[in-house]
């Protein structure tokens, strides 16, 4: 172990790794390069800055089997930035909102991406 490790350090590696497992778990074959079998997940992004862009961008060249069904974000220029990259990508626009609960309120939604500053991830 390196004497840098901290509580922090160990909370953030342990969540990511988490998270990792449960959607593989979830979610299986859904971003598999080539899996032509794999069913639509709808998901929504929460935090539509620079990260969920690059996020965004991803999924969109690799054409995910996905759809995305809602953009949140408390600043409308934000969700607004991130609807333009994605205009090709799926024909039915997402819905938006500024409040994160309109977003798990919503029973179709299978799984969310949340890319929010530092701040806020509390």
Partial sequence: ??????????????????ATLAAAQTLPGV?????SQAETVNIALIGCGGIMTHHLKGLVSRREAVS???LCDVDPAQIDRIAENMQDFQPKAPKRTSKFEDVLADPNVDAVIVA??????A
């Fill in 1 to 18: 172990m390196t004497a840098d490790l901290n509580r922090r350090h160990f909370l953030q590696t342990a969540s990511q790794t988490a």
């Fill in 116 to 121: 929010t500053p530092h701040h806020w991830h």
């Fill in 68 to 70: 995305i069904s809602w």
């Fill in 31 to 35: 971003f598999a390069a080539e899996s």
